[in-house]
């Protein structure tokens, strides 16, 4: 890359009729047609779904480039995918050469499940000094021609690891690939490739394969500017849709000031100090060392009131960042909740809300878009749940009907966490757990109606951080109470095995879950500068 490669990105977008129709309105369309990628072999049992995986391989490569590896992906969604090809700009060393040979990792010949003829998978063998970058598939035992893939200069790589499950059968397992080290100063690239292999992890063949690195100096020259990063967020900001339940909404960050939020310092617990509309008086940078943290109004009227936020007033603050080495940019949505609501637990057939279990003032939660730097496209969308989360590639997600390229996100009642589906997730295993319910309602928030650019490293002096945003502390107090007398109301009303089982639930939740605690700001999260948990 830089002054060695340069890279273009090969869409793969077209609707299989084999596909079968997925249980959303709208799903994204480019506004024109994109070039076909033959399929080269495909089954049609096991993978997700049972459904198998297709194989592919680029048909239009623009002049001078070179392919890369071959790309797959299950069946159980519609074709949508990318592959990078690359080509030598260099004066000097080379940083693409052709293989020295192939090795045979696996074949389909003696599969016994449905497939379109039989499928060969080649790991291409670098010279020294190179990798190899994809594996190769082919219809036929004949070994693919040497120029088929081209290796790329070691110096010009990184190391990858297992992403997406794909495909699998007998012992035999298929995974996309993405760079080990991921983050906002990270320099791997995804080249959109996948690993095959014996076992779950297939490290025999991914520890021979590389993601590529950025190495230009002026790695996020490819980076939207402020306008354009104005401009993705009107084009795929999501719409946020609340259960027809929920009593506690967003807020912006200053209507949650200017309506009577304090702040509080250890020791002068008696003194709290208003906080000022754009949070002027706010600590600045330090660390979550207890020293300070903020609270609802002390006029329990005036409490209840803020608890419920104001639809009407909020706004989405957006943080841009460069990922998987400058190819792409990430949209950190957040939403800010002046009160977390409690949580309700599933036992058996019964629904059974645990009182303050799962309280707490103040709340932040997250969606990310991820667009390609190649395209300006929408590739994925992140739900923040919890402490975790999921991607889900763009093809997949709900839109806004009547064509638009607006996603549709669901936040779960009291809890906020987000999901790309209404319904039921439980948290827990078994029949046991902690509920995260969802529904369309009347109640949504169009978050590309008010945002604000509020981060983005890369863009210097085109943005001021608000002083709330570098407020490292707790954005509410800790309250540890007695959670015990609750949950034995609970296990009175449970049959012998039901309430075994509870105890056990109850055992293994998290510390956190025994007290309000007032979660850290946008700044502190691990994603941050990190890629998102999953």
């Not at 004949?142 to 794909?166: F, G, Q």
């Not at 943290?293 to 936020?309: F, H, I, S, T, Y």
């Given at each position: ?5 340069t890279l273009s990105s090969c869409p793969i977008r077209d ?67 990318w592959t990078l090809a690359a080509k030598d700009i260099s ?444």
């Amino acid at each position: 890359m830089g002054n060695y490669l340069t890279l273009s990105s090969c869409p793969i977008r077209d609707l299989s009729k084999r596909r079968k129709a997925l249980p959303i309105e709208t799903i994204f369309k480019l506004p024109s047609s994109t070039p076909s990628w033959p399929q080269v072999w495909s089954t049609h049992e096991g993978g997700p779904d049972n459904l198998g995986a297709t194989f592919f391989e680029p048909s239009l490569i623009p002049d001078g480039f070179h392919m890369l590896g071959s790309y797959s992906q299950p069946n159980n969604k519609p074709l949508f995918g990318w592959t990078l090809a690359a080509k030598d700009i260099s004066n000097g060393s080379s940083p693409l050469t052709e293989p020295i040979d192939y090795t045979l990792v696996w074949s389909s010949d003696s599969l016994k499940i449905k497939q379109d003829g039989t499928g060969y998978l080649w790991l291409p063998t670098p010279p020294d000094g190179y990798k190899a970058a994809g594996l190769v598939v082919t219809a036929s035992k004949d070994k693919p021609p040497i120029d088929k893939v081209w290796c790329v200069r070691s110096d010009l790589t990184e190391a990858c690891e297992n992403e997406a499950w794909l495909w699998g059968s007998n012992g035999f397992d298929v995974h996309t690939l993405r760079p080990t080290s991921r983050g906002t100063q990270a320099l791997g690239v995804r080249v959109g490739t996948f690993v095959a292999g014996p076992g779950s992890n297939g490290t025999l063949v991914s520890s021979s394969l590389a993601c590529l690195k950025n190495v230009n100096t002026n790695k996020n020259s490819s980076m939207p500017n402020s306008t354009q990063v104005d401009a993705l967020c009107g084009a795929y900001s999501p719409l946020l849709y609340f259960h027809p339940n929920e009593k506690y909404l967003p807020s912006s960050v200053n209507w949650y000031f200017a309506n009577g939020a304090l702040l509080y310092k250890k020791g002068e617990e008696s003194k709290p100090v208003g906080i000022e509309p754009n949070g002027a008086n706010l600590p600045q940078g330090g660390s979550n060392d207890g020293l300070f943290w903020m609270d609802l109004p002390v006029d329990q009227n005036a409490k209840e009131r803020v608890k419920k936020g104001d639809l009407s007033s909020a706004q989405v603050y957006l943080h841009a960042k460069p990922m998987l080495g400058s190819t792409f940019t990430d949209l950190a949505i957040w939403v800010f909740y002046p009160f977390n609501g409690p949580a309700t637990a599933k036992v058996g057939p019964l629904k059974i809300p645990l009182g303050k279990i799962g309280e707490h003032i103040g709340d932040w939660e997250h969606l990310t878009l991820r667009v390609s730097n190649f395209s300006g496209e929408l590739w994925m969308l992140y739900f923040s749940e919890h402490s975790k989360g999921e991607w889900v590639e763009a093809s997949e997600l709900e839109f806004v009907g009547g064509g638009g390229n607006k996603p549709v996100a669901y936040a779960s009642l009291n809890g906020h966490a987000l999901y790309p589906k209404p319904g039921t997730v439980l948290q827990g295993g078994g029949n046991i757990g902690i509920r995260n319910d969802t529904a369309k309602s009347k109640i949504v928030m169009d978050t590309g109606k008010g945002f604000s650019l509020v981060a983005g490293d890369y863009l210097g002096s085109a943005i001021t951080e608000p002083p709330w945003l570098n407020f490292l502390r707790k954005w509410g107090p800790k309250i540890d109470y007695d959670t015990s007398e609750e949950f034995r109301k609970i296990e009175k009303i449970l049959p012998g095995k039901l309430k075994s089982a509870f105890e056990k639930f109850v055992n293994g939740l998290p510390n956190e879950v025994f007290g309000e605690d007032g979660p850290t700001g946008p700044k502190v999260k691990a994603n941050w500068s990190e890629d998102e948990a999953i």
